[in-house]
């Protein structure tokens, strides 16, 4: 089963920083929170992933609380193309898969 | 560059057939995934190769599933007697092993039993 827990759905105008919570509180020392999203139509993309420090790329940022147990992805200026389902996983560095759950459905309004 | 890709995308087979269904992955990636997404759910894992062997093959629904990477590269997701909740996407990913292990995921094949 999933280890986190994430809102079914969610709206952000377009434009503005799409923040999507997510809460892991059994997450263990060794695991690593990671994102990915599902656009329509299309195979699971990977955005970020992080530890216990923050982290940001070109996608997307990662803020991770000190205790580790919910961590918030930021979109920072959302555009149409972002509507997706973005799914927040917790997993072992290298781990031989993935366990996804269901995910926030993301709707960007224009 | 190439991504992962997966043929057919989409398949409809009749109850009771035989169906195979192809990834290729990206060039030079070790390891490949096997994923199957019900429609409203989360992938779900079925099977990982690492090379040519199955690693863990601890998602196979039944022994009506079964998958192959003969030579490393293009591997085969084979489903005996198909049965109508056997109808999904099944999703394939890849990843270069190491130190980083981004799974790069295609675009699926969509599979329909009637």
């Known amino acids: 089963d999933a280890k986190t827990t994430q809102p079914p759905s969610m709206d952000c105008a377009e434009g503005r920083a799409a923040n999507l919570p997510c809460n892991h509180s059994?997450?263990?020392?060794?695991?690593?929170v990671y994102w990915y999203r599902q656009i329509h139509s299309q195979g699971p993309q990977y955005i970020i992933h992080?530890?216990?420090n923050n982290e940001t790329n070109e996608m997307a940022s990662l803020i991770i609380t000190e205790d580790r147990k919910s961590s918030t992805l930021i979109l920072p200026h959302a555009t149409l193309r972002d509507t997706a389902v973005y799914y927040c996983?917790?997993?072992?560095?290298?781990?031989?898969?993935?366990?996804f759950g269901k995910g926030t459905r993301l709707h960007i309004l224009p | 560059g190439a991504g992962v890709s997966q043929t057919p995308s989409n398949k409809v087979t009749e109850k009771g057939k035989y169906v195979e269904l192809r990834c290729d992955p990206i060039?030079?990636?070790?390891?490949l995934y096997w994923y199957r997404q019900s429609l409203g759910q989360g992938p779900e894992f079925l099977i990982y190769?690492?090379?040519?062997?199955?690693?863990?093959d601890s998602g196979l629904p039944n022994d009506r599933f079964f998958a192959v990477r003969p030579e490393g590269s293009v591997s085969t997701l084979k489903i005996q007697r198909t049965e109508r909740g056997d109808s999904a996407v099944y999703l394939c990913?890849?990843?270069?092993?190491?130190?980083?292990?981004?799974?790069?995921f295609g675009p699926g094949t969509r599979l329909t039993v009637l």
């Open positions: 190769f690492q090379g040519t062997g199955a690693a863990d």
């Open positions: 990913a890849s990843s270069a092993g190491g130190f980083t292990d981004t799974q790069y």
């Open positions: 060039s030079g990636h070790t390891a």
């Open positions: 992080g530890l216990k």
């Open positions: 059994t997450i263990s020392g060794n695991e690593y």
């Open positions: 996983i917790v997993r072992v560095y290298r781990d031989d898969k993935i366990i």
